[in-house]
């Protein structure tokens, strides 16, 4: 009988543990509501919401009204953005600055892109 209730809280204990870490999103990333995203290389010094972001591989996130960059889970930067409808589709992931700073980011597959505001 002990044995048979063992088993169960370990089983219930196992899928607990498999749940939560499901059900986590990374902070500040509303993914119930994201738009688009994508991976994008970084080659350093680009400015985005007064973050200066450093070399490297980035995940970003576009949901309704926010641009979301991260590292793993970690968010690194964050700006609202405005949806601009193009043309076509782009081909690949692709980051447009001036002066340094992130105007726009395009997504590969989507022919709307994001303005930074």
Sequence with gaps: MKYNKLVHLFALTLMLALAIPAMASPKGA??????????????????????????????????????????????????????KDGAQKVEQNAIVTESGKIQEVRFKGQSRSVMVQ
């Design 30 to 83: 509303k993914m119930s509501n994201t738009l688009a995203k994508g991976q994008f290389a970084v080659a350093g010094g680009e400015i985005i919401g007064g973050t200066t972001l450093t070399a490297g591989e980035y995940n970003v996130v576009a949901n309704d009204s926010t641009l979301s960059f991260f590292r793993g889970k970690k968010l690194i930067a964050e700006a609202p953005i405005q949806w």
